[in-house]
T-cell receptor
């Protein structure tokens, strides 16, 4: 596709349920990032993937959060037993490579609301 | 501990005048700085960047200035246009680590 796509665009879920958020990066981009933006906050780094290397999970806020990237392309961010503080816009970005100063292209985000 | 700080949550500027958005950082290991622009319901888009070996980078109406000794950078937009109304995020990357740290953003309103 022409850009990074994310689905769903909006997700409302009940507290305690699990959710899966999907990201389709730009074809050929080897690096993929997940961020979240809570109300009034900046972009909080969650996790990134680079090729076949082990992902950097240092930004994941708790063990309820996990992500995988299958085949070096599509990525899924999973939040288990959602809490109200998980409500945020979850943004995915991809870039050509991690090792060079390549810009990140962002998707439109998934707005998650936990009720 | 916020390593990239944008202390002005919002800024209003008259159309045609200069918009100056400020950003401070605390980590001296940052070597590359970026500005992103975000419209509502869209993801951020890259605007302009600067390496720590430079003190200025210009691209059309947008200029970024870097003052390493003060750990401060600013984005100048001149002349400001209505389409510049958006949230602007300052971001920085650490040496040998492509994890980018973002500020909280500044909402710019261009007044007619």
């Amino acid at each position: 596709g022409a850009g990074v796509s994310q689905s769903p665009s909006n997700k409302v879920t009940e507290k305690g349920k699990d959710v899966e958020l999907r990201c389709d990066p730009i074809s050929g981009h080897t690096a993929l990032y997940w961020y979240r933006q809570s109300l009034g906050q900046g972009l909080e780094f969650l996790i990134y993937f680079q090729g076949n290397s082990a992902p950097d999970k240092s930004g994941l806020p708790s063990d309820r959060f996990s992500a995988e990237r299958t085949g070096g392309s599509v990525s899924t961010l999973t939040i288990q037993r959602t809490q109200q503080e998980d409500s945020a816009v979850y943004l995915c970005a991809s870039s050509l490579s991690q090792g060079v100063r390549s810009e990140q292209y962002f998707g439109p985000g998934t707005r998650l609301t936990v009720t | 501990d916020q390593q990239v700080k944008q202390n002005s949550p919002s800024l209003s500027v008259q159309e045609g005048r200069i918009s100056i958005l400020n950003c401070d950082y605390t980590n001296s290991m940052f070597d590359y700085f970026l500005w992103y622009k975000k419209y509502p319901a869209e993801g951020p888009t890259f605007l302009i960047s600067i390496s720590s070996i430079k003190d200025k980078n210009e691209d059309g109406r947008f200029t970024v200035f870097l003052n390493k000794s003060a750990k401060h950078l600013s984005l100048h937009i001149v002349p400001s246009q209505p389409g510049d109304s958006a949230v602007y995020f300052c971001a920085a990357r650490r040496n040998r680590d492509d994890k980018i740290i973002f500020g909280k953003g500044t909402r710019l309103h261009i007044l007619p």
